[in-house]
């Protein structure tokens, strides 16, 4: 028996190898390899089955919500809103990002609290704004009583009805949501694709200014092969934080009580406007990480408004001109954050280069 194990341990790194050669030559241009999970190789069923999950309404209180609910193909898979919706009409604090490139990304939400798209994915299921449900044994029994879904669990997992559990139903998601990947844009054409005329030349003159002056490559990386617009890091530009200032101490020991008597993160933030300024320090409980927040991809933005964790900036000028004064200003202002002293000419190029990031998919969603 011995024998066989490097014989067969070399056939899954060859399996898995090819796995991957053959994702990288169907991606978008301008985009690297989909990082896939060693215990969740993609497959076409796989995929197939967490699409089906993906839009499934039944996973929520009301019957109302689906993960498209606030993640939507047709709004390149974001919602639209300042802050997400979810049932009886809730409102909850942040805004909802499109899913679109999240495959790339390191850490899932806007305070990075979850290490993957596996388990990024349950959250909102619990979450008293969102889904609603009180267990994740109410999406289980929907499952378990699907003869559709058991025939495909069966099929993807090898698991009969009572062996599923909720970790194969966020395997099957996160493997659909890492197809969710949009390349092509009129940047990658004039960048990786050598289209010199791909982008305009107010375009061409934003990308300058983007790399240069607007210090924007400093987060939003581009790089040689390839271009994620992320450096996946946190950053304290100021947004929000007016609003907790006056009562910043009192506000911090409120959540480092409440987290000490084990209240789940994720309701804390999406229920509580104040707590969810404090960003990424309601995961490190470091001082230095209140209000900072993760760095969003740009691909797509001129069709993802509105902008900043909580959707409070409409527009991509509102967002220039924020950067472009220095950020809002606060003790915990990331110390790359800096007035920029950009003019009229060059906000205009940077917002023509910001839309030359949209994939011809969704070129159609662009004012």
């Not at 267990?135 to 289980?140: C, F, G, V």
């Not at 390839?226 to 911090?252: C, Q, S, Y």
Request: some cysteine.
């Amino acid at each position: 028996m011995k024998a066989f194990i490097p014989l067969a341990l070399t056939l899954a790194l060859l399996l898995t190898s090819w796995v991957q050669r053959l994702e990288a030559s169907e991606l978008p241009l301008g985009l690297p390899p989909v990082p896939i999970p060693a215990d969740n190789l993609q497959s076409p069923e796989k995929i197939a089955l967490g699409k089906l999950l993906y839009h499934d309404k039944r996973f929520s209180a009301d019957g109302t919500i689906s993960c498209a609910s606030c993640h939507d193909q047709q709004k390149a898979f974001a919602d639209g809103l300042p802050t997400a919706e979810g049932v009886g009409k809730q409102k909850g604090t942040r805004n909802s990002p499109t899913v679109l490139n999240s495959a790339f990304y390191t850490t899932q939400f806007w305070d990075g609290r979850r290490a993957s798209l596996e388990e990024q994915a349950k959250d909102p299921f619990l979450n008293p704004i969102e889904h609603g449900l009180d267990n994740h044994q109410a999406i289980l029994k929907v499952v378990r009583g699907d003869s559709t879904y058991l025939e495909q669990f069966l099929k993807v997992f090898a698991v009969d009805p009572e062996e599923i559990t909720i970790d194969h139903v966020v395997k099957a998601i996160a493997s659909f949501e890492r197809t969710i990947i949009s390349g092509n844009s009129p940047f990658d054409r004039y960048q990786y694709g050598g289209e010199k005329d791909a982008m305009s030349e107010a375009a061409i003159r934003g990308l300058a200014i983007y790399r240069d002056k607007g210090r924007c490559q400093s987060c939003h990386s581009i790089d040689q092969t390839h271009a994620l617009f992320t450096n996946n890091d946190f950053h304290n530009v100021g947004v929000g934080f007016k609003t907790i200032e006056p009562r910043l101490m009192e506000i911090v020991n409120a959540y480092r009580t409440a987290h000490a008597k084990g209240e789940a993160i994720d309701e804390k933030v999406l229920t509580d406007a104040e707590t969810s300024e404090l960003g990424r320090f309601v995961l490190t409980m470091r001082l230095s990480d209140i209000g900072r927040f993760k760095t969003s991809g740009l691909r797509n933005i001129a069709v993802t408004a509105p902008y900043m964790h909580d959707g409070s900036l409409n527009t991509l000028d509102e967002v220039i001109d924020l950067y472009d004064k220095g950020g809002e200003a606060n003790p915990f202002l990331d110390s790359g954050i800096r007035v920029l002293n950009l003019s009229d000419q060059e906000k205009t190029d940077l917002v023509e280069f910001l839309k030359a990031l949209t994939s011809p998919e969704y070129v159609h969603l662009q004012n």
